[in-house]
């Protein structure tokens, strides 16, 4: 996926032309920014892109989805059915702004309803972050009226075989949501003078001639830099995978990329980087694959071709030091590299494994699972493969 596109997205009713911007970046340079479009003409022109070149990764900043309460308590059971709910009702409660919305005139906020998604409750963990609720349709900073008028357009994307991460599989092409103030980090966004300071300072790939254009206004700034950053993770985003999780296949996810998370985010315990770690910097040129809480390399010393290692990007000697999510995002990622290998090589079987802790062999204090592709004759007698580690016990078909 080499064609990046972020758009700053606006659900207002008139308008819309002038406040909704898209970014695009092809090869590493900005190359297109620009406004004019309503929400249907920008639809209709990303599908019409990836009908002639599908190799193509979209950011939409707008909610994807509602905290999974209010879908399942409207009768919704999947996000399908969530897009489907907005796209009959979404109007109707723009208009009413009846609990659980709020923010227009005499539609004060309720006290006793959770409001955010677990997304925002975890982007909210950033330093710098006060994400909106999807619930707040009035007043500054909503982010509702965009989302309700989006999400309907999601389901069109999909029709048109869009992949809606993390919905569906990973695949070009692909559509993930944004959330711009993840991507250009602590900024007075308000201020021209910030904006242009920002992009000269951070944003080589943006040349003079639209390096004014971004810092005209708060929306080409966002759309601008969220496609820069977009761009810089391509290889991370390419290796993202459809969720396990049921609430996230209700809610969605926030994408931002994970060196700009929070020390600490994804781990049970307080582990951090070491700087005698052979795998806490691990360069961006080592890297086989990634996903949000993992990296893939080529072992140094590989007992075979293809012997590749899937790590967690945070400092934990064992796996199990990691919180569930993070468990299954390493996991996600092996399999991922399994297909891989499998598409690749070809081998006629695989081993798969762990050592957790010196006494089971672990000489790198840096979890790290073994995925080694094994064909037929690599070895005189395969049977028994694991139980090796212990040879006076492997051949129980002996005893």
Known sequence: MKRVIAVDWSGAQTGAKSKIWLAEVCSGRLTRLEAGRDREELIAY????????????????????????FGKGNGATSIKEVWDLVSKKGEGWLSDCKPPFWGRRGCTKPNDLEFFRCTEKFAAEQKGVNPKSVFQIGGAGAVGTGSIRGMPYLAKLAKERFSIWPFHEARAPLVIEIYPRL??????????????????????EIDCEFACKAASSED??????????????MDEIVALTQSQ?????????IWWPQEMREPGVGLSVG?????????????????????RHAVAIRDAYPVGAGHTLVLPTAHVKSLFDLDPKAQADVWRLVTKVRSDLQSHLKPDGFNIGLNDGRAAGQTVEHTHVHVIPRFDGDVADPRGGIRWVLPECAAYWDQ
């Open 46 to 69: 990303l599908i019409d892109i990836a009908s002639t070149d599908p190799d193509l990764v979209v950011g939409l900043d707008f909610a994807f989805s509602f905290p999974s309460w």
């Open 183 to 204: 991507l250009t980090g602590p900024v007075n966004r308000s201020d021209f003078d910030e904006r242009e300071k920002h992009l000269a300072k951070q944003c080589p």
């Open 220 to 233: 080409a700034f966002d759309a601008a830099v969220s496609a820069v950053v977009m761009s810089r993770h």
């Open 245 to 253: 999780d049921p609430g996230e296949l209700m809610e969605g996810r």
């Open 271 to 291: 582990a951090v980087a070491h700087a005698d770690c052979p795998f806490c910097d691990i360069s961006s040129e080592a890297a086989v694959t990634k996903s």
